[in-house]
């Protein structure tokens, strides 16, 4: 794992959380499909990671 990606996810999602503007926001549903997942389906909080890998 690397600790230095999670721990800017963590700060990222700390600052968001404290601005004013977190409870204004829409929350967007984006279907995963058959993407490879970590964990139950279920669980309260989903992470999606974008990436471009050219």
């Known amino acids: 794992m690397n600790w230095k990606r999670v721990s800017l996810l963590l700060i990222l999602l ?6 004013a503007g977190w409870a204004a926001q829409e929350r967007l549903s984006v279907p995963i499909g058959d ?4 964990g ?4 309260p909080v989903t992470i999606i990671e974008f990436m ?3």
């Open 35 to 38: 993407s490879p997942v970590l």
């Open 14 to 19: 700390l600052s968001f959380s404290l601005s």
């Open 52 to 54: 471009d890998f050219q």
């Open 40 to 43: 139950p389906a279920e669980a």
